[in-house]
């Protein structure tokens, strides 16, 4: 209790500092000009000046001025041309929308912000990732990342990335801030990510900010697009392994948008075609596909509303139809029928909103669901109509989360920024059901691998970004949470330390520390190929996954930051992991 009664009086304590702000405020989005995509990361700052500030990922900037009087603002980022705006004292909103391009003088050393990828943190832009080589014309943003170092992929060929010693599982990845537990597709060589549909993509591998939890080993923030505000625009493509289709327009012009995008694997068209020349009567195949819809909603200049789903799934399938001569007089039919299926479902609803130039709100509700689903029926048909034979298998797992999520950023001043918001999320666990069915004879066996679970957490976190001087740039943060089981109820206070310092023109140091903790566990049998993943909770005889992680690194630019050198080594401690012992299998029990 006393730590929850101190967290509520820091809130309280930064809170009241709105009311002894006296300096004008100026906030506002970077967009893209052509889209009305808003930019995240993008620079902001006092003309001529080395005053500034960055758009947080939902693309918002506050800048505190101390000038009374007309001066001007110019906007940045990578890829697009830099705009500058007069602006007046009585201005309080100021939006950018930048244009797509490269000035001819961006090499030349000024005096505004530029953002650099810290230590511990990759961030690849999509144009880049799509320049990538790709694997039979498939372009993959997760394997574009397995290039960077402290990174490995599994099996040859594979989008499963491994962090600094970690598990894919020990990997929080979030599609527009709501998790998703199953990324790939064909067992690993695919991600189910389309790049016509990402805007942008994060990783980070060490100095985690206190906004970040439930995972040990990494974070991938991907953000999808909202859809083009200005004009219709498709993509279609059709190539050896799927066919995509991109669609995106305004709904209302400048005021509302959508974009649908779809992907679809190609394998079992072929399969399809050539087991039917045979004809045989059977039929085999697997294919996935991915769906991705976002649509947005401009209410005011200081409200917005969003909603975000996602829908994607691996199937194989196999059918077979012949007969058995077992009696010349009485020639019987066997039709054997199984279905193997699983992927992923995402909503969400978020709603965004200035309460104040220095304070940016966001609310969101959302639902994710990873399901994994087995169907076999064998049916014998004698021909006088006599079924002799009648039997199915059902095999399903899986897990859904409900979420709702409250987070704040607060501008204090131009050296200073607090995040701090509240999590709540229900989740429910089938670890997996197995019920077999013998419709002739009247039997029906069903077996519980374990009892469906329904757990609770509840998160809040501290993040202070602070420039203590030009030199000194700190990140200070604290992430709480509380795990509630039926038998059992956990809690974690855990301390996040980065710390940047500009030890010499182009040279930074880095140097920071981490407390994870992960209550959920992954069970993984990949010996027939299948994903047969099981989620379980902590409980009073499954400890929570711990980790603790120091990190120190140095990184240098040359030619003009054109390109960097860095090298970095850390230390990382993992405590309480699960995992099958040799042999075991949860689907045999043994």
């Known amino acids: 209790m006393n730590i929850k009664q101190n967290i509520l009086i820091v809130f309280l304590l930064f809170y009241s500092s709105l009311l002894f702000s006296q300096k004008v405020v100026v906030s506002g989005f970077v967009k893209d000009q052509a889209t009305g995509e808003v930019l995240v990361g993008a620079s902001v700052y006092i003309s001529h000046t080395n005053k500034g500030t960055f758009t947080n990922q939902y693309g918002f900037y506050s800048l505190e001025i101390n000038h009374t009087n007309v001066f001007s603002l110019s906007a940045s980022f990578t890829g697009y041309k830099a705009a500058t705006k007069p602006v007046s004292s009585e201005q309080k909103t100021v939006n950018f929308f930048l244009a797509a391009g490269v000035e001819i003088d961006e090499i030349n050393v000024s005096a505004?912000?530029?953002?650099?990828?810290?230590?511990?943190t990759s961030y690849i832009p999509i144009k880049q990732i799509q320049a990538l080589p790709?694997?039979?014309g498939e372009v993959d943003i997760l394997k574009a990342y397995q290039l960077m170092p402290g990174i490995q992929r599994g099996t040859e060929g594979t989008s499963g990335i491994y962090v600094r010693g970690g598990s894919p599982d020990q990997n929080l990845i979030l599609l527009d801030d709501v998790p998703l537990y199953y990324v790939n597709h064909a067992g690993g060589f695919f991600s189910i990510f389309d790049e016509n549909s990402v805007n942008s993509i994060l990783l980070i591998k060490g100095g985690f900010p206190a906004r970040y939890g439930g995972r040990l080993s990494s974070v991938v923030d991907i953000k999808l697009k909202e859809g083009n505000k200005k004009d219709y625009k498709g993509i279609f493509t059709l190539g050896l392994i799927s066919t995509k289709l991109s669609f995106e327009g305004p709904i209302q012009k400048d005021k509302s948008s959508f974009i649908v995008s779809v992907r679809r694997n190609n394998l079992d068209l072929l399969s399809r075609a050539l087991l039917a020349v045979q004809s045989n009567g059977t039929t085999a195949g697997y294919t996935f596909y991915d769906v991705n819809v976002k649509l947005n909603q401009k209410i005011n200049e200081k409200a917005h509303l969003y909603y975000s789903f996602y829908y994607g799934d691996?199937?194989?399938f196999f059918a077979q139809?012949?007969?058995v001569f077992n009696d010349y007089a009485n020639p019987s039919t066997t039709e054997n029928n199984w279905t193997n299926k699983w992927g992923n479902m995402l909503h969400n609803l978020r709603f965004h909103y200035v309460i104040q130039p220095k304070l940016f709100a966001n609310v969101s509700l959302s639902y994710t669901k990873y399901r994994y689903k087995y169907d076999n029926n064998i049916r014998t048909t004698t021909s006088?109509?006599?079924?002799?034979?009648d039997q199915t298998q059902h095999f399903d797992n899986g897990l859904n989360d409900l979420i709702v999520k409250t987070n704040f950023d607060f501008f204090a001043t131009n050296n200073y920024q607090l995040k701090f918001g509240i999590v709540g999320i229900s989740h429910s666990f089938n670890p997996g059901q197995f019920v077999y069915t013998d419709k002739i004879n009247g039997g029906e066996l069903a077996l519980f691998?374990?009892?469906?679970?329904?757990?609770?957490?509840a998160n809040t976190y501290l993040e202070n970004q602070l420039k203590l001087s030009k030199r000194l740039h700190v990140n200070l943060g604290i992430h709480y949470s509380h795990y509630f089981t039926e038998s059992k109820q956990f809690q974690s206070l855990e301390p996040r330390l980065n710390i940047k310092l500009t030890a010499a023109k182009s040279t930074w140091l880095d140097f920071s520390y981490t407390q994870m903790k992960q209550y959920i566990h992954l069970l993984s049998n990949l010996a027939i190929g299948m994903p047969y993943n099981v989620w379980?909770?902590?409980t009073k005889d499954i400890k929570p996954q711990n980790a603790q992680q120091v990190s120190l690194g140095i990184k240098q630019g040359l030619w003009g930051d054109l390109v960097s050198l860095s090298i970095e080594t850390y230390y990382k401690q993992m405590t309480n992991l699960v995992d099958f012992k040799e042999g075991a299998s949860f689907t045999t029990g043994a």
């Open 134 to 136: 790709a694997l039979v």
């Open 112 to 120: 505004h912000p530029v953002r650099q990828n810290d230590l511990g």
């Open 321 to 323: 139809e012949g007969q």
């Open 384 to 389: 006088t109509n006599n079924v002799s034979l």
């Open 314 to 316: 691996d199937i194989m």
């Open 449 to 457: 691998l374990q009892d469906k679970m329904s757990t609770y957490e």
């Open 536 to 538: 379980l909770p902590s």
